[in-house]
């Protein structure tokens, strides 16, 4: 077994500001992803990682960067938070296979001001 | 053509109903389809899957019916319980080698006892 820990649990911003959101896991998994979800949408993909080193953008990349420090962390940065946005920032983690689970953290709730 | 479509967005039923929850998607090519359920709070958390040259995966109380043809399958809860009340999201894999999941909006399930 393992776990996803995702910090901070709350994050709250004021408009224009660069914000980053900090994912860990000790799956020892090689590809991790950071989804987000708003109220009634599911959850979008905003950028993954298949192994250390890689970056690949998801559909609503733009806005936001990514860094995959090592093969246990992956941090996104939201690069100009936007006034009036609220949503649930997930990460997750999976083997490098098809149709490999994907294993979720809490997420961090953004909000800002 | 890469959407996932649920419905509907919210479901109340009696305890020791069956719940039922519709899925369906436009892409032909999907081929792997796995169902999270999400508790408040909480990251999404595989319940269950089924590969596209199946038509029916139970798993005890949890069966997903499939048809290929008209792109559509459902979850059944039989025997819905009050902790099964969550929110189930439906997802489809991208054939792509990449390992992304397209996620439908979900439906939130309230078991009343």
């Known amino acids: 077994g393992g776990i996803i820990t995702q910090t901070p649990k709350f994050l709250i911003g004021q408009e224009g500001q660069k914000l980053t959101l900090k994912c860990q896991q000790n799956?020892?998994?090689?590809?991790m992803y950071w989804y987000r979800q708003d109220s009634g949408k599911g959850l979008r993909l905003i950028y993954y990682?298949?192994?250390?080193?890689?970056?690949q953008k998801g559909d609503l990349s733009e806005g936001y960067d990514a860094s995959r420090e090592k093969k246990s962390s992956f941090s996104l940065t939201v690069t100009s938070a936007q006034k009036n946005e609220m949503a649930v920032f997930l990460c997750?983690?999976?083997?490098?296979?098809?149709?490999?689970?994907?294993?979720f953290g809490p997420g961090t709730r953004l909000t800002v001001l | 053509q890469q959407q996932v479509r649920q419905s509907p967005q919210s479901l109340t039923v009696w305890e020791g109903e069956t719940a039922i929850l519709n899925c369906s998607y436009e892409n032909s090519a999907f081929d792997y389809f796995p169902w999270y359920q999400q508790f408040p709070g909480e990251g999404p958390a595989l319940l269950i899957s089924i590969l596209s040259v199946s038509d029916k995966k139970e798993d005890g109380r949890f069966t997903i019916f499939f048809n290929k043809r008209e792109k559509k399958l459902s979850l059944h809860i039989a025997d819905s319980q009050p902790g099964d009340s969550a929110t189930y999201f439906c997802a489809a894999s991208v054939p792509s080698g990449s390992w992304q999941l397209i996620f439908g909006s979900g439906t939130q399930l309230t078991v009343m006892p």
């Open positions: 799956f020892n998994h090689d590809t």
């Open positions: 990682s298949i192994t250390e080193n890689d970056l």
């Open positions: 997750a983690s999976s083997r490098q296979s098809n149709y490999a689970e994907q294993f």
